[in-house]
């Protein structure tokens, strides 16, 4: 399997994964603001939508989108229990949880890093992103993953997308238990393989 990635985009998600599942993969880096990868080839060859993360598969077929792509490599390594077994409902709520994150913060996230986006724009993501905030940190109380003991790929994609907080000077600070939480998940070891291979640790 080769994962495209961006280094420190949405793409360290199903990388985190990968390495969690202990599946075999391969990195090809593609330039966050082009459309190219390192060859100089068009990335819009491997994925028409332009974006990362994009899971090529070894009979040749393209996954994108992470939520999905997390799920597809859990399933290959059930072993792992990074999510639960589908048609049960905590599959359902995994389900839940990934939805949550990709259109409620991913997304919210966006126009931080958009440099034609109005400050009124900018400004109303950061309040949405307090209040959505609240509710993941309301979620993790009494609890060390998203979906209780067990780690998963939902922790994967939360760990990524709150970890752009920095970037964008929100203070995670305000929400202690989601400041463990990130603290609890980049320690590790696949993490920090992870963020090691992308250049974000040292």
């Known amino acids: 399997m080769k994962l495209y990635y961006s280094p420190g985009a949405c793409s360290l998600s199903p990388h985190i994964a990968l390495r ?8 090809v880096k593609k330039d966050l603001t082009s459309k190219t990868l390192a060859d100089g080839s068009d990335f819009r060859a491997i994925n028409p939508k332009g ?11 393209v996954l994108t989108e992470g939520p999905a792509i997390v799920q597809y490599i859990a399933d290959r390594a059930p072993e792992k229990g990074l999510a639960p077994p589908a048609g049960t409902m905590e599959r359902v709520r995994l389900q839940e949880w990934l ?12 126009p931080l890093f958009n440099k034609q986006a109005s400050e009124d724009w900018k400004d109303a993501a950061r309040k949405l992103l307090d209040r959505r905030i609240d509710y993941v940190a309301k979620a993790l109380e009494g609890r060390n993953y998203l979906m209780g003991e067990t780690f998963s790929v939902a922790d994967c994609y939360l760990f990524t997308v709150l970890n752009w907080a920095h ?4 203070d995670l600070s305000r929400w202690p238990g989601v400041t463990e939480y990130q603290k609890r998940i980049a320690a590790r070891p696949a993490v ?11």
């Open 167 to 170: 970037w964008v000077k929100i």
């Open 192 to 202: 920090q393989e992870a963020l090691k291979a992308e250049g974000l640790k040292g």
């Open 99 to 110: 939805n949550y994150i990709t259109s409620e913060l991913h997304k919210t996230f966006s």
């Open 51 to 61: 974006y990362v993360p994009a899971l090529a598969l070894d009979d040749g077929q």
């Open 20 to 27: 969690e599942a202990g599946l075999p993969f391969e990195l």
